[in-house]
DNA sequence: GTCTATAATCGGATAGAC
DNA sequence: GTCTATCCGATTATAGAC
C-alpha cells in the first residue's frame, strides 16, 4: 500500500543527480565537475541540484556513500587465518576497486583530496578512525604502520587506477595479489615494528624467501 | 665581458615568474592556480606571462624543472652495499620531499596528475623512463615491482605531505627509514618476484625477524 | 518539483599602445 | 619588456515564476 507523501518523480530524481554526481566527481575531481554538468548528466536544470543538496560541498557529501562499511569490512579481513591478513587485506581492496559501482567514490576521494582542503579533511579522518584507530587496536600494532599499508594501498590506486601507469594498468590480479599481500602481512605482524632494516643482517629476505619456497 | 642582447631586467623577471609558478602550482595544482594569481606574485601584469611562456600549459612544464637528475640519482642509489639499497632509496627520497624547495615539484605534480590528463602523462612517462626502465634494468627485477615500490613511496607522500596524515606527519626521518627500507628491499631483491605470498608458510616473515633480530 | 533569468565573479587569452 | 583594455566564456548561487 502506498502511503501519501512525496510523489515518485522526486526520489528518481534525486537518485539519478546523486548518481551523475559519482560519476562527475570520479572522473574529474570536485574542482573540475561542474554542478551545470552533473545537472545536465541528470537530466534536469542546475537550479534544481541546489533545490535539493544547497551547496556544491554538500552534493558532494551526499554523493559519497561509500560501498562499504568499515566496522563490517575491517573485522572480516582481521578475522581468519593469522598468516593470510595480508592477502585477505590485499584482495577486498581490490574487490572494492574493481567492481566498477565501487570505484567511483574512491576515485573521487584521490581525485579531489589533493586540491581540496575539506575533501582531504574528509579522507583525513575516515582513514584515522575508519581505518588506522580499527586496525591497530585490533592487531597491537602503532598507527603509524598501519599508515604504511594505506600508503601502499593508495599508491597503488593512484598509479593503476588514477595515472595508469602500464605496468600496474596490465598486472593481473593474482600478480598483485603475490606481490602487495607480503608488504601487508609485514605491516600488520606485531613484533616487527621495532625492527630496524632487518635485511641489513644476515641472509635477508631473499634467502629466507627462497630457501621456505624452494 | 658582457655581450649585447637580452638586458638584466628580462631574466630576473623569467625567474620571479617561474617560481611564483612553482610555488602556486604546488599548493593548488594545475587547475586551481591561475595566471593573474601567479602574476600578481611575481609583481608583473598577467598578460606578460603568456607573452612569456604563450599558454598556461606551457607555463606550467617550465616551471617543472626537477631538482634531480635521475640519470645521476638512480644509479647512486643502486650502486654500494646490496642490503643496503632500500634504506638508500627511501633516504634519498625523503631527502628530496624534506628540502623545503626541491618539495614544490612534485607537490605539484601530485595535486595536478589527478585531474589533469597532460600532466598525468607527464607523470607517467617520468615514472616509466626516468624510473622503472632504469631501475628494473639495473636491478633485474620486473618492472611492475619497482612501480609496487614506487606506489609505496608515492602514497607515503601523498598522506604525508598532501592530505597530513597525524601518524605519518609525526614520524620522524629515522622511523620513517625503518619502516619503509624493507619494503624498498622486498621489492628490489631479485628472485623474490616469483614468490607467491610467503607469509603463509612456515614461520612467515615475523618469526624469521624475530629469530634474525633476537 | 522544476524551470527561467540573472546576479556577481572569475577564468584564459589576445591586440595593441608605450 | 611591460602594460591597459577587452573579448568571450564559464562558474556557483539565488529569486521568483509556474
Redesign the pocket.
Known amino acids: 500500500m502506498a502511503q501519501a507523501g512525496?510523489?515518485p518523480?522526486?526520489t528518481?530524481?534525486?537518485e539519478e543527480i546523486l548518481e551523475a554526481a559519482r560519476r562527475r566527481f570520479a572522473e574529474q575531481g570536485y574542482?573540475g565537475?561542474?554542478?551545470?554538468?552533473i545537472?545536465a548528466d541528470a537530466?534536469?536544470?542546475?537550479?534544481?541540484?541546489?533545490?535539493?543538496f544547497?551547496?556544491?560541498?554538500q552534493?558532494f557529501a551526499a554523493s559519497m556513500n561509500l560501498p562499504v562499511d568499515p566496522g563490517e569490512l575491517v573485522p572480516r579481513i582481521l578475522e581468519g587465518p593469522e598468516a593470510e591478513i595480508g592477502e585477505r587485506l590485499v584482495r577486498a581492496f581490490l574487490g572494492l576497486w574493481e567492481a566498477p559501482d565501487g570505484r567511483a567514490p574512491f576515485l573521487a576521494m584521490i581525485r579531489s583530496a589533493t586540491t581540496n582542503e575539506q575533501v582531504a579533511t574528509m579522507m583525513r579522518q575516515f582513514l584515522e578512525r575508519a581505518v588506522l584507530a580499527r586496525v591497530a587496536e585490533a592487531r597491537g600494532v602503532p598507527k603509524v604502520r598501519v599508515a604504511g599499508i594505506a600508503a601502499q594501498m593508495i599508491g597503488f590506486a593512484l598509479l593503476r587506477y588514477v595515472i595508469g601507469l602500464p605496468p600496474l594498468v596490465n598486472a593481473s590480479e593474482e600478480e598483485i595479489v603475490g606481490m602487495l599481500a607480503p608488504v601487508a602481512q609485514y605491516y600488520l605482524t606485531p613484533g616487527t615494528e621495532k625492527v630496524r632494516l632487518p635485511m641489513h643482517q644476515e641472509g635477508g629476505l631473499a634467502r629466507h624467501w627462497s630457501e621456505t619456497t624452494g
Do not use: P, S, Y
Open positions: 512525496r510523489r518523480g522526486q528518481e530524481t534525486r574542482d565537475a561542474t554542478v551545470r554538468a545537472a537530466g534536469v536544470n542546475a537550479a534544481l541540484l541546489h533545490h535539493f544547497g551547496t556544491k560541498q552534493l
